[in-house]
């Protein structure tokens, strides 16, 4: 693998419970100072890779490498990570402070110096002044931040967090997550964390590893994985899209929809080989509305039956149907009834799967 | 107060409510309440003599020595067990889980027989020690102090182990990975951790074989030798008939485990958490070849232990009453010892008094805990608190202070002073058993029914059920395993019950452990062997009836 320099390497690591194949040969990694999200729906394996790299579990084959050691066999405590627990594990008989200061208090550190460092560390996520607070007082939020200064607070070599925010209600969940992606960034510390919420990960990564079914299907930045995913299931996983059949024609794709055929313009044309059939990839952001047919077959068009309307604040979210298979979503701000015949039209290049 | 402030007075059903709970407050009151007035009242003029006894005070000293020594013994052996099973996989486990809960199965005085039998001057673990090490005297003598915390060690372990079990499987497994991924060892990880988090459950495990080994009256009766304890010289005072005395007596018993367990319950309010959690600690297995041999070794040794009074007392049923003297094993075995329980008259009548007084026993029980927990979980109303403090009650009180009470209270025919007479009759016992078990039916029953979704009742009500309808095919659906469980309990306690028993029997309703004391001291080892076979199956059944009943509801 490139980058021997330095973070985390996660190398072909396999894992099988009761001969369920939970991680299938999962390899990726972290650089330094970098932020990755491993997503997945639940029993893709990303608690479980996580759990592999935490050290809470060993992997059947494969290794995991930091620094350019092997850490494969190598006890939790001894990795020196620190670990955000989906329900926090927060010690509920402590306060707020001695939790946070538990790591440095199981590392030799003195009283003082524990507790200067512990309320710094609590300075920093904002809960200066709970620190004396029982863990139960504190909210669900306050409760991740805590155990987020727990994890920090040792100064970790890589922090791993497990769901961070899928305890939080959906307005929290917002707020905390431009919170988070600040904290983990100035923490400096490399960080590698388990969603399955591609908001989350869109919103905090820097780099994301999708897996499905123990296996990484895609490995990129949030925007490589949204314009060029790699497969149908990438394509289906990240944001809301229609797969429509396709055969590659150079730098365009070749659609036909209940007769009318067009050429489509393409993000990326490399996994499909030229004059191969595929998929193309369409998101309601890529499809226009056009009324009273002005929009006609030559300009890219298609006749398309709306099936129902959603109200969606910024406007209308149309479902129209293209043909007996072809089932698209598009936003609008006009108002169109149920059943009525509108034109539809591709504005911006699409990706293509095959 | 007027009428209306009396009865709460906010709502027709409150009214009700309080309204129901009247007579079930008033039995509690004749039957739990007035008792222990009556011995305090009764002890009045006799606290000097008290005091200038050497032999009570000592008596108390030892009381509580053997209570804090039996909590100390019964962790020593309960938490350890309770981590190695639930936390490890070894060769042996499942025989070891099983076997863990064996002690449960023996009545109080029936395990006190075994360990005579096998631990005994005269004992077959004596004698085998004895001609192994190759000694002239007995290695030990199964009396005192020791040998009583021994037993209590062997039947009460199982409260903490029971306890402590369930508190690891419902323990948040990531608290600890939590705390070793942050550099704890394993020492600071139980100390800082997870023992403080099991407080809760150690804690609760501990008061209950705190309150057992305070009562107890088996143990030291059979075989305390010159150790005196408050139970026990209760009934001497009785005997000697110096009932003053006696009610001092169960006062100051009654007084110590009221003081035990308001301390316990002081000790558990200070640490208000829950710690309870989804569980998913996946059990580790052993892997080093030799520790999975040497725990395998161990675990046998102790399924052994724990199996072998059982085992004694089985085999020593089949022993020939008399031929059994200097032999390490009985020599000759028969089957007339159970032959003769059910076609001799004298030995028979026993089993039909103790099945007869603890089935009317339980009965009642199931009525009457059945109407206090559905009032107390499902309605709010003046007087709620009172009955849920009274029907727990009688589980602080001692067994022996159970007796004296209603000795002190149903001894006369004096209605003007709330006193009938059934001391000397056959209610006198049926009466005690019930006392004894309300605490326990009623909180199986309340347990269950603080599951059932509250607005079920109201719901059934809603789609016109009438009260009873809604009784008949919701409440009492709902709280059956609660019901079925409680009543089996009542019963095995029941009839195999002793310590009361001894003070308040008469000849005619004398139930199975007094004659099976009868027959100890007659030397007719099998045939009170035979009676001890017989509770422990009782009591093995009604579990195994209790299981397949929860499971069929299920």
């Not at chain 1, 007082?137 to 967090?161: D, M, N």
């Not at chain 2, 008596?59 to 981590?83: E, M, Q, T, Y």
């Amino acid at each position: 693998m490139s980058n021997a320099g330095g973070g985390l390497i996660v190398d072909a690591i396999a894992r099988s419970f009761n001969g369920q194949q939970a991680v299938d040969r999962v390899s990726f990694e972290v650089r330094p100072g970098e932020l990755v999200a491993l997503v997945g729906a639940s029993g893709s394996g990303k608690t479980t890779t996580l759990r592999i790299v935490a050290g809470y579990e060993q992997p059947d084959s494969g290794r995991v490498l930091f620094d350019g050691e092997d850490f494969t066999r190598l006890g939790p405590a001894k990795r020196g990570f620190g670990m955000v627990f989906q329900h926090y594990a927060l010690f509920p008989h402590m306060s707020v402070i001695d939790n946070v200061a538990f790591g440095l208090e199981a590392r030799g550190v003195g009283r003082s110096e524990r507790r200067q460092r512990a309320g710094s560390a609590l300075d920093r996520v904002g809960l200066g002044g709970k620190g004396e607070r029982m863990v139960q007082q504190l909210s669900g939020g306050e409760q991740q931040r805590v155990a987020l200064a727990r994890a920090a607070v040792i100064e970790p070599r890589l922090l791993l967090l497990d769901e961070p925010l899928s305890n939080l209600d959906p307005t929290l969940r917002a707020s905390t997550r431009d919170e988070l992606r600040t904290t983990l960034k100035e923490s400096k510390a490399p960080a590698l964390f388990v969603t399955h919420d591609q908001d989350d990960a869109f919103a905090i990564a820097d780099r994301i590893v999708l897996l499905s079914l123990g296996r990484v299907l895609q490995t990129g930045s949030p925007e490589d994985l949204y314009d060029r995913p790699a497969s149908r299931q990438v394509a289906m996983f990240i944001g809301h899209a229609t797969l429509i059949p396709a055969r590659r024609n150079g730098d365009a794709a070749v659609v036909t929809i209940d007769g009318t055929t067009h050429s489509i313009d393409l993000t990326s044309s490399s996994l499909v080989a030229n004059g191969g059939m595929g998929a193309i990839v369409l998101r309601p952001e890529a499809v226009e509305i056009v009324r009273d047919d002005a929009g006609g077959d030559a300009n890219n068009g298609w006749r398309a039956t709306v099936v129902n309307r959603r109200f969606a604040g910024a406007g209308f979210v149309y479902r129209l149907r293209l043909d007996h298979e072809v089932v698209i979503d598009v936003a609008s701000r006009d108002r169109i009834d149920a059943g009525q015949t509108v034109g539809v039209r591709i504005t911006r290049p699409v990706p293509m799967v095959p | 107060m007027t009428v209306t402030g009396w009865f709460g007075g906010r709502s027709r059903s409150e009214r009700l409510a309080t309204l129901a709970a009247l007579p079930l407050l008033l039995v509690l009151g004749w039957t739990v309440v007035y008792p222990n007035i009556a011995v305090i009242a009764g002890s009045f003029g006799h606290w000097r003599e008290f005091a200038e006894s050497p032999s009570d005070v000592e008596a108390l000293k030892n009381s509580i020595i053997i209570a804090v020594a039996s909590v100390a013994a019964s962790l020593a052996l309960g938490v350890p067990l309770a981590f190695l099973l639930t936390r490890f996989d070894f060769p042996g486990r499942t025989l070891l889980r099983a076997a863990a809960l064996l002690p449960a199965a023996l009545p109080p005085l029936v395990g006190v027989i075994s360990f005579l039998f096998l631990y005994g001057d005269t004992g077959v673990i004596t004698r085998v020690t004895q001609i192994v090490l190759g000694l002239k005297d007995v290695p030990w003598h199964l009396n005192g102090i020791g040998a009583i915390i021994f037993i209590h060690a062997y039947t009460m372990y199982v409260y903490v182990y029971l306890f402590v079990s369930a508190g690891l499987e419902r323990y948040e497994s990531s608290l600890d990975e939590a705390a070793i991924g942050l550099g704890a060892g394993t020492f600071r990880r139980l100390t800082r951790v997870t023992l403080p988090l099991l407080t809760p459950a150690i804690a609760g495990s501990a008061l209950l074989v705190f309150m057992s080994a305070l009562g107890s009256f088996s143990a030291p009766y059979v075989f305390g030798g010159g150790v005196r304890v408050l139970s026990t010289q209760i009934l001497n005072s009785k005997l000697n008939d110096a009932i003053g005395l006696a009610y001092v007596e169960t006062t100051v018993l009654a007084i110590s485990a009221v003081a035990g367990l308001m301390l316990f319950r002081w000790l558990e309010g200070k640490r208000a958490y829950v710690a309870a959690g989804k569980g998913g600690a996946r059990r580790r297995p052993v892997h080093s070849r030799l520790a999975r041999i040497g725990l395998a070794c161990a675990a046998g040794l102790i399924v052994l232990i724990l199996v072998l009074p059982h085992l004694m007392i089985v085999l020593v049923s089949f022993a020939k009453d008399g031929a059994w003297t200097t032999q390490v094993l009985p020599p000759e075995y028969t089957t007339h010892n159970y032959a003769g329980l059910f076609t001799t008259n004298q030995l028979w009548t026993p089993i039909r008094n103790s099945i007869v007084m603890s089935v009317l026993a339980t009965a009642a029980n199931v009525v009457f805990c059945v109407a206090g927990a559905y009032l107390i979980v499902t309605r709010k109303f003046s007087g709620r608190r009172l009955l849920e403090i009274l029907v727990a009650l009688p589980w602080a009180i001692p067994g022996t202070a159970v007796a004296l009470g209603l000795l002190a209270t149903f001894n006369t025919n004096d209605i003007a002073v709330g006193k009938i007479l059934l001391v000397g009759t056959f209610w006198i016992l049926p009466l005690a058993y019930f006392v004894r078990d309300i605490p326990l039916v009623s909180q199986a029953v309340e347990g269950s029914l603080r599951q059932m979704d509250p607005s079920l009742e109201p719901a059934a009500r809603g789609l016109g059920a009438s009260w009873w309808m809604a009784v008949r095919r919701v409440v009492l659906p709902a709280a059956r395993p609660g019901i079925v469980a409680g009543a089996l309990l009542a019963c095995v306690t029941a009839v195999g019950e002793f310590v009361a028993s001894i003070v308040l029997y008469t000849h005619g309703n004398r139930p199975i452990s007094i004659e099976i004391l009868a027959q100890l001291r007659s030397y007719a080892f099998g045939t009170a062997s035979a009676y001890s076979a017989l509770l422990i199956g009782l009591v093995l059944i009604m579990a195994l009836t209790a299981r397949i009943a929860e499971s069929r509801m299920q």
